[in-house]
């Protein structure tokens, strides 16, 4: 293991955890993140856990490492996808009515979904983002 110190002394029966320091940590994310690097392989390569390279990209990404040197790419804007509301057709069944809610019908292509219009917001970003794909 690169740039990590070890507390090996003869109080403990087994080595402690290796220290890493910042700056190593900065570098290791900061060579995930580059367009078609493999977050495995590079952990790999330093003898390291991919879980635990995961878990620095994720407080590197919280700003815990300092601020990031590379431009993060931006989430996917969904503005292209066509969206109709139309009334229900005599071939498609009804749904069942609900006292609570209503029913709301997306359709992409050959995939026909109705939701209830108390579906949670995150669930919703979910289906929209599964069908942009």
């Known amino acids: 293991m690169v740039d990590a110190t070890v507390d090996s002394s003869p109080q403990s029966k087994r080595p ?29 390569e330093h003898d390291i856990n991919a879980n635990l390279l995961f878990k620095w990209r994720r407080h590197y990404l919280a700003g815990d490492f ?27 069944p009804a749904c069942p009515a609900s006292d609570s809610a209503s029913m ?3 359709e992409c292509g050959d995939v026909r979904l109705r939701l209830s219009a108390d579906t949670p917001i995150a669930t919703l970003i979910k289906i929209m983002r599964g069908l942009a794909r």
Do not use: C, H
Request: charged letters at 20%; glycine letters at 4%.
């Open 16 to 44: 402690k955890r290796p220290n890493f320091s910042v700056e190593f940590k900065r570098q290791i994310v900061e060579a995930t993140l580059k367009p078609g690097a493999s977050a495995a392989l590079i952990a790999r």
């Open 66 to 92: 300092g601020m990031p040197d590379v431009t993060l790419p931006e989430a996917p804007v969904l503005n292209w996808l066509p969206v109709a509301v139309a009334e229900s057709s005599p071939e498609v």
């Open 104 to 106: 709301y019908e997306v």
